[in-house]
């Protein structure tokens, strides 16, 4: 989040004050100063306190921020999160892009973070995937990290990937895995390499070509699951994607499964709620 995320400000800015917040310009004299405090109304884990850092920062360097709770920290009704001390004027046109971020984030943190305390006690860990806002991706996946998840590969850059499209275009099992190979050897890439399977025949095949890092059991029941786990039998990662909601989650762990994919992390999330009052 360096030279990408300062444009995301610039154009979140862009799009909440185009050529002015006038109500504020209109009854706040500019050299008027105040104090606002983050309050939390709702119980989860906090996410996005960094973020508001920089959010603030970018539009005025001049406003002081003092924090009370970090991120990760669990928050109750009536925590004072931080305070923010300066200009009037920046406190109220950076209100509403600060709280967009901050629920967003908090959301994604704490629904992250009861998944990981179902978990708790298994081997298993929680995925995030590409299932996110465009345009927030990096600060939803930053959120799932800060709630104890993991982070799956950003985008498409950065992992391969080969899903049940992939398979079926390039004619199978074999070709992709094969090609895929090929291209890193050929453009002098380190990527992982991950492979879908639907079913026990697909695994047999990625058995026998090899070459992987992890395969992801699509749609396997707990007890498919278990029995494909003992068949790779830790030669490779192994995931569990696909209709695996919260209450069959613990079950799949059970299976032995390294990672379990959960796109409702970021997909479906409420925001936690939070206010910025006046002090």
């Avoid at 970018?58 to 928050?75: C, K, N, R, S, Y």
């Avoid at 890439?189 to 492979?195: C, T, V």
């Avoid at 749609?219 to 569990?240: L, M």
């Amino acid at each position: 989040m360096t030279n990408e995320f300062e444009q995301l400000i610039s154009l979140w800015f862009a799009e909440d004050i185009g050529d002015g917040d006038h109500t504020t310009l209109s009854c706040i004299p500019e050299s008027a100063k105040g104090k606002s405090q983050l309050i939390i109304k709702e119980e989860g884990i906090l996410a996005g306190v960094e973020v508001a850092r920089r959010i603030f920062n970018a539009f005025d360097p001049e406003l002081m921020m003092t924090v009370f709770i970090q991120d990760g920290a669990h928050v109750k009704p009536g925590d004072i999160a931080f305070v923010v001390e300066g200009k009037i004027q920046s406190l109220l046109q950076t209100e509403r892009l600060m709280l967009n971020i901050m629920q967003r984030m908090s959301g994604v943190a704490t629904r992250t973070n009861q998944y990981v305390k179902a978990l708790e006690g298994t081997r298993t860990r929680v995925l995030d995937t590409r299932k996110t806002t465009p345009g927030l991706r990096l600060l939803e996946k930053e959120a799932v990290r800060i709630g104890g998840g993991v982070n799956h590969r950003v985008g498409l850059y950065d992992m391969i990937l080969l899903k049940d499209n992939h398979v079926d275009f390039a004619g199978g099992i074999p070709n992709a895995i094969n090609r895929a190979k090929e291209y890193l050897k050929e453009k002098g890439k380190d990527l992982k390499i991950e492979i879908e399977v639907r079913n026990f025949d697909e695994l047999a095949q990625v058995m026998e070509v090899g070459g992987v890092d992890r395969i992801m059991l699509d749609n396997f029941t707990p007890e498919n699951t278990k029995k494909a786990v003992e068949i790779i039998g830790g030669k490779y990662e192994t995931e569990s994607s696909g209709g695996i909601t919260f209450d069959t989650l613990r079950t799949y762990a059970a299976c032995g499964v390294d990672y379990i994919s959960v796109g409702a992390l970021t997909h479906s999330v409420k925001s936690l709620d939070m206010s910025f009052k006046a002090v």
